[in-house]
Protein backbone atom coordinates (compact mmCIF):
# COMPACT_ATOMS: atom_id res chain seq x y z
CA UNK A 1 0.00 0.00 0.00
CA UNK A 2 1.21 3.01 -1.08
CA UNK A 3 1.85 6.12 1.64
CA UNK A 4 -0.17 9.04 1.31
CA UNK A 5 1.37 12.33 1.25
CA UNK A 6 0.60 14.83 4.03
CA UNK A 7 -2.03 17.17 1.97
CA UNK A 8 -4.12 14.54 1.29
CA UNK A 9 -3.91 12.85 5.44
CA UNK A 10 -5.08 16.44 6.04
CA UNK A 11 -7.99 16.82 3.08
CA UNK A 12 -9.00 13.43 4.49
CA UNK A 13 -8.78 14.57 8.16
CA UNK A 14 -11.31 18.25 7.51
CA UNK A 15 -13.85 15.96 5.44
CA UNK A 16 -16.53 15.21 8.49
CA UNK A 17 -16.00 19.26 9.38
CA UNK A 18 -16.80 20.49 5.73
CA UNK A 19 -19.45 17.93 5.75
CA UNK A 20 -21.23 19.68 8.89
CA UNK A 21 -20.30 23.24 7.32
CA UNK A 22 -22.68 22.23 4.31
CA UNK A 23 -25.11 20.43 6.17
CA UNK A 24 -25.43 23.95 8.24
CA UNK A 25 -25.71 26.22 4.60
CA UNK A 26 -28.49 23.72 3.37
CA UNK A 27 -30.50 23.70 6.31
CA UNK A 28 -30.65 27.55 6.77
CA UNK A 29 -33.87 29.14 5.15
CA UNK A 30 -33.08 31.82 2.31
CA UNK A 31 -34.32 34.96 2.65
CA UNK A 32 -37.02 36.22 0.39
CA UNK A 33 -35.73 38.67 -1.95
CA UNK A 34 -36.43 42.40 -1.60
CA UNK A 35 -39.18 43.34 -3.78
CA UNK A 36 -37.89 46.20 -5.99
CA UNK A 37 -41.37 47.98 -6.90
CA UNK A 38 -38.88 51.10 -9.27
CA UNK A 39 -37.53 47.61 -11.18
CA UNK A 40 -41.41 46.56 -11.88
CA UNK A 41 -42.31 50.42 -12.71
CA UNK A 42 -39.47 50.60 -15.24
CA UNK A 43 -40.23 47.34 -17.04
CA UNK A 44 -43.47 48.64 -17.91
CA UNK A 45 -42.06 51.74 -19.21
CA UNK A 46 -39.24 50.16 -21.03
CA UNK A 47 -42.34 47.93 -22.74
CA UNK A 48 -44.19 51.12 -23.90
CA UNK A 49 -41.14 52.48 -24.95
CA UNK A 50 -40.48 49.23 -27.20
CA UNK A 51 -43.61 49.81 -28.97
CA UNK A 52 -43.03 53.43 -29.95
CA UNK A 53 -39.84 52.87 -30.96
CA UNK A 54 -41.19 50.04 -33.21
CA UNK A 55 -44.41 52.18 -34.37
CA UNK A 56 -42.18 54.90 -35.40
CA UNK A 57 -40.44 53.37 -38.69
CA UNK A 58 -44.00 51.67 -39.97
CA UNK A 59 -45.89 55.10 -39.51
CA UNK A 60 -43.04 56.77 -41.86
CA UNK A 61 -43.08 54.27 -44.38
CA UNK A 62 -46.88 54.18 -44.42
CA UNK A 63 -46.95 57.85 -44.37
CA UNK A 64 -44.46 57.85 -47.77
CA UNK A 65 -46.80 55.06 -49.42
CA UNK A 66 -50.25 56.73 -48.53
CA UNK A 67 -50.53 59.65 -45.90
CA UNK A 68 -54.03 57.92 -44.82
CA UNK A 69 -53.35 54.15 -44.35
CA UNK A 70 -51.44 55.96 -40.98
CA UNK A 71 -54.28 57.09 -39.40
CA UNK A 72 -56.92 54.67 -40.89
CA UNK A 73 -54.82 51.40 -39.73
CA UNK A 74 -53.09 52.83 -36.67
CA UNK A 75 -55.33 50.95 -34.03
CA UNK A 76 -54.84 47.64 -35.91
CA UNK A 77 -50.96 47.99 -36.56
CA UNK A 78 -50.39 48.60 -32.60
CA UNK A 79 -52.52 45.49 -31.83
CA UNK A 80 -50.70 43.32 -34.15
CA UNK A 81 -47.51 44.60 -32.79
CA UNK A 82 -48.44 44.45 -29.48
CA UNK A 83 -49.49 40.63 -30.21
CA UNK A 84 -46.13 39.48 -31.93
CA UNK A 85 -43.94 41.07 -28.56
CA UNK A 86 -46.96 39.56 -26.35
CA UNK A 87 -46.14 35.67 -28.06
CA UNK A 88 -42.21 36.46 -28.09
CA UNK A 89 -41.85 37.32 -24.62
CA UNK A 90 -44.34 36.81 -22.36
CA UNK A 91 -46.45 33.66 -23.86
CA UNK A 92 -42.84 32.11 -24.81
CA UNK A 93 -40.50 33.04 -21.61
CA UNK A 94 -42.75 34.25 -19.39
CA UNK A 95 -41.42 37.58 -19.05
CA UNK A 96 -41.56 40.80 -21.36
CA UNK A 97 -38.56 42.53 -23.00
CA UNK A 98 -38.54 45.42 -20.21
CA UNK A 99 -38.98 42.45 -16.60
CA UNK A 100 -36.36 40.67 -18.19
CA UNK A 101 -33.82 43.46 -18.41
CA UNK A 102 -34.90 44.32 -14.81
CA UNK A 103 -34.08 40.50 -13.86
CA UNK A 104 -38.00 39.78 -13.56
CA UNK A 105 -40.43 36.85 -14.77
CA UNK A 106 -44.77 36.20 -13.98
CA UNK A 107 -45.21 33.88 -11.49
CA UNK A 108 -48.82 32.16 -10.38
CA UNK A 109 -49.54 30.28 -7.51
CA UNK A 110 -49.43 26.41 -8.70
CA UNK A 111 -52.73 25.09 -10.14
CA UNK A 112 -54.25 21.86 -11.19
CA UNK A 113 -54.45 22.89 -15.00
CA UNK A 114 -52.58 20.83 -16.76
CA UNK A 115 -51.93 22.91 -20.14
CA UNK A 116 -48.99 25.28 -20.28
CA UNK A 117 -47.51 27.91 -22.49
CA UNK A 118 -43.95 27.25 -23.78
CA UNK A 119 -42.83 29.67 -20.85
CA UNK A 120 -44.39 26.97 -18.50
CA UNK A 121 -47.57 29.35 -17.14
CA UNK A 122 -50.84 27.97 -17.29
CA UNK A 123 -52.01 28.49 -20.67
CA UNK A 124 -56.12 29.92 -19.62
CA UNK A 125 -53.99 32.39 -17.50
CA UNK A 126 -51.92 33.92 -20.32
CA UNK A 127 -54.85 34.20 -22.79
CA UNK A 128 -57.07 36.12 -20.09
CA UNK A 129 -53.97 38.19 -19.56
CA UNK A 130 -53.24 38.52 -22.98
CA UNK A 131 -57.13 39.59 -23.67
CA UNK A 132 -57.06 41.96 -20.46
CA UNK A 133 -53.84 44.08 -21.45
CA UNK A 134 -53.94 43.59 -25.48
CA UNK A 135 -57.23 42.81 -26.90
CA UNK A 136 -59.74 44.83 -24.57
CA UNK A 137 -57.59 48.51 -25.01
CA UNK A 138 -57.69 47.76 -28.76
CA UNK A 139 -61.19 47.12 -28.36
CA UNK A 140 -62.20 50.07 -26.07
CA UNK A 141 -60.09 52.60 -28.60
CA UNK A 142 -62.07 51.07 -31.49
CA UNK A 143 -65.33 51.90 -29.99
CA UNK A 144 -64.60 55.58 -28.18
CA UNK A 145 -63.58 56.44 -31.96
CA UNK A 146 -66.31 55.27 -33.41
CA UNK A 147 -68.61 56.52 -30.91
CA UNK A 148 -66.82 60.12 -31.22
CA UNK A 149 -66.97 60.03 -35.27
CA UNK A 150 -70.77 59.19 -34.65
CA UNK A 151 -71.47 61.95 -32.80
CA UNK A 152 -72.61 59.86 -29.57
CA UNK A 153 -72.01 62.91 -26.98
CA UNK A 154 -74.33 64.57 -28.89
CA UNK A 155 -77.50 62.11 -29.49
CA UNK A 156 -80.71 63.31 -27.46
CA UNK A 157 -80.66 61.61 -23.71
CA UNK A 158 -83.67 59.08 -25.13
CA UNK A 159 -81.30 57.58 -27.92
CA UNK A 160 -79.52 54.42 -27.57
CA UNK A 161 -76.23 55.95 -28.64
CA UNK A 162 -76.58 57.97 -26.04
CA UNK A 163 -76.89 55.58 -23.36
CA UNK A 164 -74.22 53.57 -24.87
CA UNK A 165 -71.78 56.79 -24.59
CA UNK A 166 -73.00 56.84 -20.58
CA UNK A 167 -72.31 53.59 -20.52
CA UNK A 168 -68.86 53.42 -21.90
CA UNK A 169 -67.78 56.96 -19.74
CA UNK A 170 -69.40 55.47 -16.49
CA UNK A 171 -66.92 52.21 -17.27
CA UNK A 172 -63.72 54.31 -17.81
CA UNK A 173 -64.50 56.40 -14.51
CA UNK A 174 -64.99 53.04 -12.67
CA UNK A 175 -61.49 51.89 -14.01
CA UNK A 176 -59.47 54.90 -13.68
CA UNK A 177 -61.40 54.45 -9.59
CA UNK A 178 -59.62 51.22 -9.31
CA UNK A 179 -56.65 52.22 -10.96
CA UNK A 180 -55.94 54.51 -7.91
CA UNK A 181 -56.15 52.02 -4.35
CA UNK A 182 -54.37 49.45 -6.69
CA UNK A 183 -51.50 51.13 -7.10
CA UNK A 184 -51.42 52.54 -3.75
CA UNK A 185 -51.78 48.90 -2.58
CA UNK A 186 -48.91 48.08 -4.99
CA UNK A 187 -46.89 50.69 -3.22
CA UNK A 188 -47.20 49.21 -0.26
CA UNK A 189 -46.78 45.54 -0.80
CA UNK A 190 -45.03 45.81 -4.52
CA UNK A 191 -46.98 42.73 -5.69
CA UNK A 192 -49.25 43.23 -8.43
CA UNK A 193 -48.62 45.94 -10.77
CA UNK A 194 -51.86 46.20 -12.91
CA UNK A 195 -55.17 45.56 -12.35
CA UNK A 196 -54.71 42.68 -14.73
CA UNK A 197 -52.40 41.30 -12.65
CA UNK A 198 -54.49 41.40 -9.56
CA UNK A 199 -56.75 39.61 -11.41
CA UNK A 200 -55.01 36.50 -12.45
CA UNK A 201 -52.68 36.32 -9.06
CA UNK A 202 -49.70 37.11 -11.33
CA UNK A 203 -46.95 38.57 -9.67
CA UNK A 204 -43.40 39.70 -11.04
CA UNK A 205 -40.42 37.94 -9.31
CA UNK A 206 -36.53 38.06 -9.23
CA UNK A 207 -35.90 35.93 -12.13
CA UNK A 208 -32.21 34.75 -9.94
CA UNK A 209 -32.02 33.93 -6.45
CA UNK A 210 -30.25 36.90 -5.03
CA UNK A 211 -30.84 39.94 -7.10
CA UNK A 212 -28.96 43.11 -6.90
CA UNK A 213 -30.06 46.18 -8.96
CA UNK A 214 -27.33 46.98 -10.94
CA UNK A 215 -26.55 50.88 -11.61
CA UNK A 216 -25.36 51.75 -15.13
CA UNK A 217 -24.67 55.20 -15.73
CA UNK A 218 -24.54 54.70 -19.68
CA UNK A 219 -27.75 56.41 -20.15
CA UNK A 220 -26.64 59.35 -17.70
CA UNK A 221 -23.52 59.75 -19.71
CA UNK A 222 -25.43 59.79 -23.11
CA UNK A 223 -27.74 62.64 -21.77
CA UNK A 224 -24.49 64.29 -20.30
CA UNK A 225 -23.10 64.40 -24.09
CA UNK A 226 -26.03 65.27 -25.96
CA UNK A 227 -26.51 68.09 -23.37
CA UNK A 228 -23.10 69.43 -24.08
CA UNK A 229 -23.47 68.69 -27.53
CA UNK A 230 -26.68 70.79 -28.08
CA UNK A 231 -25.05 74.07 -25.86
CA UNK A 232 -22.04 74.08 -27.97
CA UNK A 233 -24.76 73.94 -30.98
CA UNK A 234 -26.63 76.81 -29.42
CA UNK A 235 -23.41 78.75 -28.77
CA UNK A 236 -22.21 77.93 -32.89
CA UNK A 237 -25.30 78.64 -34.49
CA UNK A 238 -25.92 82.30 -34.01
CA UNK A 239 -21.91 82.96 -35.58
CA UNK A 240 -23.08 80.77 -38.76
CA UNK A 241 -24.52 83.04 -41.81
CA UNK A 242 -27.52 80.08 -42.46
CA UNK A 243 -28.48 82.12 -45.53
CA UNK A 244 -24.96 82.56 -46.95
CA UNK A 245 -24.67 78.51 -45.95
CA UNK A 246 -27.89 77.46 -47.81
CA UNK A 247 -26.38 79.79 -51.30
CA UNK A 248 -22.79 77.96 -51.27
CA UNK A 249 -24.68 74.56 -50.98
CA UNK A 250 -27.44 75.33 -53.46
CA UNK A 251 -24.58 76.75 -56.03
CA UNK A 252 -22.95 73.25 -55.61
CA UNK A 253 -26.22 71.60 -56.00
CA UNK A 254 -26.23 73.64 -58.91
CA UNK A 255 -23.09 73.03 -60.36
CA UNK A 256 -23.72 69.41 -60.26
CA UNK A 257 -27.62 69.36 -61.45
CA UNK A 258 -28.52 67.51 -64.36
CA UNK A 259 -29.84 70.82 -66.40
CA UNK A 260 -26.77 71.94 -65.71
CA UNK A 261 -24.54 68.95 -67.31
CA UNK A 262 -26.66 68.44 -69.93
CA UNK A 263 -26.15 72.47 -71.06
CA UNK A 264 -22.65 72.07 -70.27
CA UNK A 265 -22.74 69.14 -72.91
CA UNK A 266 -24.43 71.14 -75.08
CA UNK A 267 -21.56 74.06 -75.05
CA UNK A 268 -19.24 71.86 -75.33
CA UNK A 269 -20.40 70.05 -78.77
CA UNK A 270 -20.81 73.65 -80.44
CA UNK A 271 -17.76 75.46 -79.17
CA UNK A 272 -15.86 75.30 -82.28
CA UNK A 273 -19.24 77.39 -83.80
CA UNK A 274 -20.38 79.35 -80.76
CA UNK A 275 -17.05 80.09 -79.35
CA UNK A 276 -18.13 83.69 -78.70
CA UNK A 277 -21.46 83.47 -77.94
CA UNK A 278 -20.88 80.90 -75.55
CA UNK A 279 -19.29 83.16 -73.43
CA UNK A 280 -21.89 85.06 -72.66
CA UNK A 281 -24.66 82.17 -71.97
CA UNK A 282 -25.53 81.10 -68.70
CA UNK A 283 -26.80 77.66 -68.02
CA UNK A 284 -30.58 77.92 -68.56
CA UNK A 285 -29.77 80.40 -71.91
CA UNK A 286 -31.87 77.54 -74.08
CA UNK A 287 -34.56 78.20 -72.29
CA UNK A 288 -37.49 80.01 -73.81
CA UNK A 289 -37.82 83.32 -73.26
CA UNK A 290 -41.39 83.05 -72.33
CA UNK A 291 -40.36 80.94 -69.17
CA UNK A 292 -38.96 81.86 -66.10
CA UNK A 293 -35.20 80.88 -65.65
CA UNK A 294 -35.10 81.07 -62.19
CA UNK A 295 -38.25 78.95 -61.86
CA UNK A 296 -36.53 76.35 -64.10
CA UNK A 297 -33.45 76.29 -61.74
CA UNK A 298 -35.65 75.78 -58.46
CA UNK A 299 -38.07 72.76 -59.89
CA UNK A 300 -34.78 71.24 -61.11
CA UNK A 301 -33.80 71.48 -56.98
CA UNK A 302 -37.16 70.15 -55.96
CA UNK A 303 -37.77 66.60 -54.78
CA UNK A 304 -41.45 66.37 -53.89
CA UNK A 305 -42.82 64.29 -56.37
CA UNK A 306 -46.34 65.61 -55.56
CA UNK A 307 -45.73 68.81 -56.97
CA UNK A 308 -46.10 69.30 -61.00
CA UNK A 309 -42.64 70.54 -61.15
CA UNK A 310 -39.76 68.85 -59.37
CA UNK A 311 -36.44 67.62 -60.06
CA UNK A 312 -37.42 64.26 -62.32
CA UNK A 313 -39.89 66.26 -64.44
CA UNK A 314 -37.16 68.62 -65.78
CA UNK A 315 -34.98 65.62 -66.69
CA UNK A 316 -38.03 64.53 -69.32
CA UNK A 317 -38.48 68.10 -70.23
CA UNK A 318 -35.23 69.46 -71.27
CA UNK A 319 -36.32 73.16 -72.45
CA UNK A 320 -34.85 73.06 -76.30
CA UNK A 321 -34.35 76.36 -77.88
CA UNK A 322 -37.25 77.70 -79.55
CA UNK A 323 -39.61 74.42 -78.80
CA UNK A 324 -42.25 76.61 -77.49
CA UNK A 325 -42.12 78.49 -80.68
CA UNK A 326 -43.83 75.52 -82.59
CA UNK A 327 -46.41 74.76 -80.20
CA UNK A 328 -49.25 76.97 -79.35
CA UNK A 329 -51.60 74.58 -77.47
CA UNK A 330 -49.13 73.41 -75.06
CA UNK A 331 -48.84 75.83 -72.02
CA UNK A 332 -45.06 76.88 -70.87
CA UNK A 333 -43.43 74.67 -68.05
CA UNK A 334 -42.62 77.89 -65.94
CA UNK A 335 -44.71 81.03 -67.30
CA UNK A 336 -43.86 84.05 -65.88
CA UNK A 337 -46.11 85.81 -63.49
CA UNK A 338 -45.81 89.60 -62.99
CA UNK A 339 -42.44 90.24 -65.46
CA UNK A 340 -39.90 92.37 -64.09
CA UNK A 341 -36.65 93.62 -66.82
CA UNK A 342 -33.39 93.12 -64.79
CA UNK A 343 -30.03 95.43 -66.14
CA UNK A 344 -29.07 92.82 -68.12
CA UNK A 345 -32.04 92.76 -70.30
CA UNK A 346 -34.05 89.54 -69.38
CA UNK A 347 -37.03 89.14 -67.71
CA UNK A 348 -37.85 87.10 -64.75
CA UNK A 349 -40.95 86.58 -61.97
CA UNK A 350 -41.07 89.39 -60.13
CA UNK A 351 -41.00 87.34 -56.63
CA UNK A 352 -38.21 85.16 -58.51
CA UNK A 353 -35.75 87.92 -58.83
CA UNK A 354 -36.62 89.84 -55.74
CA UNK A 355 -35.61 86.84 -53.81
CA UNK A 356 -32.27 86.38 -55.82
CA UNK A 357 -31.25 89.92 -55.57
CA UNK A 358 -31.99 89.87 -51.41
CA UNK A 359 -29.80 87.22 -51.07
CA UNK A 360 -27.26 88.38 -53.13
CA UNK A 361 -27.61 91.60 -51.19
CA UNK A 362 -27.65 90.05 -47.59
CA UNK A 363 -25.00 87.53 -48.48
CA UNK A 364 -22.74 90.26 -49.33
CA UNK A 365 -20.55 87.50 -51.51
CA UNK A 366 -21.06 88.74 -55.12
CA UNK A 367 -20.33 92.57 -54.83
CA UNK A 368 -20.96 93.03 -58.54
CA UNK A 369 -24.82 91.85 -57.51
CA UNK A 370 -26.35 88.28 -58.79
CA UNK A 371 -25.09 86.21 -61.73
CA UNK A 372 -27.76 85.96 -64.53
CA UNK A 373 -28.79 82.54 -65.54
CA UNK A 374 -29.17 83.43 -69.10
CA UNK A 375 -26.91 85.69 -69.94
CA UNK A 376 -24.38 85.06 -67.26
CA UNK A 377 -24.40 88.80 -66.66
CA UNK A 378 -24.22 90.59 -63.12
CA UNK A 379 -27.74 91.64 -62.21
CA UNK A 380 -27.55 94.81 -59.87
CA UNK A 381 -31.29 95.79 -60.62
CA UNK A 382 -34.50 94.87 -61.88
CA UNK A 383 -37.41 97.04 -62.79
CA UNK A 384 -41.36 96.25 -64.00
CA UNK A 385 -41.56 95.06 -67.51
CA UNK A 386 -43.99 98.10 -68.99
CA UNK A 387 -44.49 98.05 -73.05
CA UNK A 388 -45.58 101.84 -74.70
CA UNK A 389 -48.53 101.37 -76.09
CA UNK A 390 -48.03 103.33 -79.92
CA UNK A 391 -50.64 103.68 -83.00
CA UNK A 392 -48.54 101.05 -84.39
CA UNK A 393 -49.19 98.47 -82.20
CA UNK A 394 -51.93 97.58 -84.41
CA UNK A 395 -51.48 94.30 -86.37
CA UNK A 396 -48.47 93.37 -83.80
CA UNK A 397 -48.83 89.60 -82.40
CA UNK A 398 -48.36 91.36 -78.99
CA UNK A 399 -52.17 91.35 -76.79
CA UNK A 400 -51.52 93.92 -73.95
CA UNK A 401 -53.71 95.00 -71.36
CA UNK A 402 -53.78 99.11 -71.20
CA UNK A 403 -53.42 100.37 -68.21
CA UNK A 404 -53.81 104.26 -68.07
CA UNK A 405 -51.26 104.88 -71.31
CA UNK A 406 -48.80 101.77 -70.57
CA UNK A 407 -48.80 98.68 -70.90
CA UNK A 408 -47.86 95.30 -68.04
CA UNK A 409 -47.28 91.87 -70.77
CA UNK A 410 -49.26 89.92 -71.35
CA UNK A 411 -50.07 86.94 -73.16
CA UNK A 412 -47.96 86.13 -76.74
CA UNK A 413 -49.75 83.86 -79.10
CA UNK A 414 -46.78 82.36 -81.04
CA UNK A 415 -44.45 82.10 -77.88
CA UNK A 416 -47.09 81.91 -75.25
CA UNK A 417 -46.55 84.36 -72.73
CA UNK A 418 -48.60 83.35 -69.84
CA UNK A 419 -51.52 86.55 -68.98
CA UNK A 420 -50.94 88.33 -65.28
CA UNK A 421 -52.46 90.91 -63.92
CA UNK A 422 -50.17 94.20 -63.09
CA UNK A 423 -49.95 95.60 -59.85
Not at 56 to 82: C, D, G, M, Y
Request: net charge neutral; glycine share 4%.
Amino acid sequence: MPHSSPWEEAWNAAQPQLSAIRDAFDATISPNPRVIRVGKLDSELLDQELVQALQEPIHKALSLINASLKVRFEPELTLLLQLILYKLSIWNNGASYGAKLQGLKYSVPPSPEKIFAPSGLPRRILLLHGTLTVILPYIHTKLRSHALSSAWPDAPSSDRRRKAWNVLTSLESSYTLLTLPSFLVFLWNGRYRTIADRLLNMSLVPSRQLMKREVSYEFMNRQMVWHAFTEFLLFLLPLINARNLRRRISRIINYISPLTLLSSLSLKQNASTFQDASQKRGKYWSLPQDQCAICAENASLNLNLSESSNAFTTLTTTPIEGSSMDSDSEPSAFPIYNPYLTSCGDIYCYHCIAERLIQAADSGEDELGWTCLRCNAYVKSAERYIVEIGSDATGSDYEFTSISGSASIGSYSESGWSDSSAT
